[in-house]
């Protein structure tokens, strides 16, 4: 059996993955925790990589890594981080998207240039405001990588760096139209010339390893994602970690001038128009934080309430929210009374992440010009009852759940297996089991948060 290790290094832990290279059947799961925060110490993800890898890679023949998008990993001649890796979800660099916008000629040229309207999240974002903040650091910058390019040149041990089209889609110095670096972008951002790591294509070698492991180009969490569950056009993914999302695969570019939808590669030769929130898993955690319950008891107090939570609406935008951009948003309750139940304050939390959700879902749609024809359900929070129950009644369309699973990693592991093969399309693995569930639609329930969405200004 050929045996391939696909690797999701996501913002909260990693996850590895030995699996089947001709069948996808995943054979062993292992992962270890992430530092927290919104900026961290990169080589942090090294030693959870070893740990969640440890007694799987000698078993392998190739290995991929999956990672979250967008984190800046400044690096300087002797490969040491000048910073900390600043995060996707970290939104000290709103003004400094606003300042590079305006200098690319406003939004439209802006998504144009590099297939996305920048806000805090992209990497330029990031070099800027290191330029402006942290001026010593950023001129000992001499190579800039992405997450996932930073844990393969680990895996490697050193040499010329990596990364593949769908995760440089994400930087703000890609043309996801020409597919192609845009290096004067980069040294726009931070002042001057920088190293960008070498593009590789999923079906390609990306590097061989001293003991012979090979590794392959890896991608963006999203993109990988795509992979596992071999998207097509018409399916909508929706990922419920510490984002949420929704995306799509489509043949042609997308650029949406609005900044709802980024124009993202994906990991084959198409495109993964997407839409992006900064609160999404994190919103039931702090729930069940302050309702002192576990997460089976949260979705069971949630499904006692009534739809709509007896008038009780939430704005879950509490870290700040990038879809809608307001990067200085809180959280906003409203409709809370003395006869306000613990059920209520749960349904409440449940149907707000799943109103944020739909309003991506609306996004995308209306970017792409087509409605979904099939949503799909992922990510750690997508396994909660109460969210499986209700997401088809908010979405107002069927929703299909595949079997609980790491599909990130899983995606990965894919694109190991094809860079093996070496063949022009990836392998055809087995499609993942999935249930499908239905509910009513629940209209008035999303017509009270666009209210108070709407209400609130920033
Ligand atoms: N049953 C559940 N109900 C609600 N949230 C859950 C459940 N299981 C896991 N989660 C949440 O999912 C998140 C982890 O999901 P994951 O997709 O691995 O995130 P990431 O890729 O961002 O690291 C955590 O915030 C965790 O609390
Ligand atoms: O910023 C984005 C997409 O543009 C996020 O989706 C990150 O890629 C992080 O993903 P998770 O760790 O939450 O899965």
Known sequence: MTLVIGVDSSTQSTKALLVDADSGAVLESQHAPHPTGTSVDPRGWLDAFDKASAGLVERAEAIAVGGQQHGMVALDDADSPVHDAILW??????????????????????????????????????????????????????????PHDYVSRHIVGGGDPFTDRGDASGTGYFSTRDDAWRPDLAEAAIGHPVELPRIVASSEVAAVTASGLKVAAGTGDNMAAA??????????????????????????????????????????????????????????????????????????????????????????????????????????????????????????????????????????SATTGTSPKRILMVGGAASNPAIRTLAPAIFGRPVTVPAPGEYVALGAARQAAWALAGTPEPPAWAPVASETYEAEPTPLVREAYALLRDRETI
């Open 89 to 146: 979800n970290d939104t000290r660099s709103s003004q400094e998207a606003l300042d590079l916008i305006e200098e690319m000629g406003g939004p439209a040229a802006c998504a144009e240039a590099v297939g996305s309207v920048l806000v805090a999240s992209f990497t330029s974002t990031k070099l800027r405001w290191l330029r402006d903040h942290e001026p010593d650091a950023a001129a000992r910058t001499t190579r800039v990588l992405l």
């Open 227 to 364: 992979l596992a569950l071999d998207l097509k056009p018409g399916d909508v993914v929706v990922s419920i970690g510490t984002s949420g999302v929704a995306s799509a695969i489509t043949n042609e570019p997308v650029s949406d001038p609005t900044g709802s939808v980024t124009g993202f590669a994906d990991a084959t030769s198409r495109f993964l128009p997407l839409v992006a929130t900064i609160n999404a898993a994190r919103i039931l955690e702090l729930q069940s934080t302050l309702l002192g319950v576990d997460h089976d008891e949260l979705a069971r107090l949630a499904l006692a309430a009534p739809s709509g939570a007896n008038g009780l609406t939430v704005l879950p935008y509490y870290d700040g929210e990038r879809t809608p951009s307001r990067p200085d948003a809180t959280g906003t309750w409203a409709g809370l009374t003395t006869a306000t139940t613990r059920e209520d304050l749960a349904r409440a939390a449940v149907e707000a992440l799943l109103c944020s959700l739909a309003d991506a879902i609306d996004h995308l």
